[in-house]
């Protein structure tokens, strides 16, 4: 018996071959580029990739469905639109670091972070005076809001229940929701009322990021402690361990790395807020370290007054803000980094 190698075309079995996509997308742009330079009298590369996707859905869906039948060229057409979608969302996103990159790193150096803007017309200069004023102010901001938040969504899980419980949760949608500048002019009032009329500095623009923080730390530690399994609870409870102290020894342990991580990127939202640190925090060109009297400056302050009030020489002064916005990225980068990290180190194990 002698036996027979049969060769399968992959158009004979019902399926395209793997380069089909490639060389559809390949044939399209060629084709759009040709069309876009007859029409235009010129290569314009957006309209032509407008033109190539407009030509590559229905022949790359005609040429499947021929070929693998309707139900897989549906597929590819829906694979085709995510993928472009994707690639869509993702344009505006590289314009900006490739935008922040070949603006920022010119300034990047030594010298921008160690002087301040005392003094300086022009050329040189720094923002360490707003690097300081970022750290002071996010970090008492935290420091007030991550308590609030987590007493607020402990009593919501634990505790909370009828009128009290869901006005509470109706007031912390609405303050999810509500203009950062009004946060700025909430802080104000409130200084003002306190200390009197004209009172502007750091814990000022504390206050107003932590209006912004709050929302944020509730719902993401509420979510986090609905989600630790009721087994855990009632077994504390069954060994006659008492709520509060379930809480704090059970509860709030299993949860912990999502609650850490949640703050971080509660503090990655505010860190870059500007409407009410302009408000609240005000402006000076000089390092302060007491968020308790005179204004205090923050990056994003920072990079706002560097592009709004440029002096003579405007280049120096773009420099500087594209810059301080290079440093703002940096840091809610490291902090995302954190967050994630925290998040993987230190979740619960499950299993054996």
Known sequence: MTSTTVTTNPLTAGQLPRFATAATLAGSLLAAGTIDSLALGGFDFGSTVVLAAVIFLPVSYLLSR????????????????????FLLALLPLVSL????????????????????????????????????????????????????????????????????ASGITFFVDVMTGIPSIVAGLFAYALMAIVFGPGTINGFAGSMALSVLMIPIVVRATEELLRIVPNELREAAYALGVPKW????????????????????????????????L????????????????????????????????????????????????????????????????????????TGR
């Open 66 to 85: 021929s070929v693998e039948g309707r139900r897989r060229a549906a597929d590819r057409m829906a694979t085709s639109l995510v993928t472009g979608a």
């Open 245 to 276: 102290r379930t809480i704090i020894a059970v509860v709030l342990p299993t949860a912990l790395s999502g609650i850490v991580s949640g703050v971080i990127l509660a503090i990655a939202r505010i860190i870059g807020e500007t409407a009410p």
């Open 278 to 349: 302009m408000i609240a925090a005000g402006f000076t060109n000089s390092i302060n370290t007491n968020p308790f009297a005179n204004p205090m400056m923050t990056l994003p302050v920072f990079v706002y007054d560097q592009y709004a009030h440029p002096g003579v020489q405007r280049a120096f002064y773009n420099e500087r803000a594209w810059a301080g916005a290079l440093t703002l990225i940096v840091l809610v980068m490291v902090l995302n980094l954190i967050g994630r990290f925290i998040a993987k180190r230190f979740a619960p194990r």
């Open 97 to 164: 670091l490739w935008e922040t990159l070949s603006s920022g790193l010119p300034r990047f150096d030594a010298q921008f972070f160690t002087w301040s803007m005392r003094n300086v017309i022009g050329a040189g200069g720094g923002a360490v005076h707003a690097l300081y004023g970022t750290l002071i102010i996010t970090g008492i901001a935290t420091v007030i809001s991550v308590p609030i938040g987590l007493m607020t969504a402990i009593y919501l899980v634990e505790y909370g229940r009828g009128a009290l």
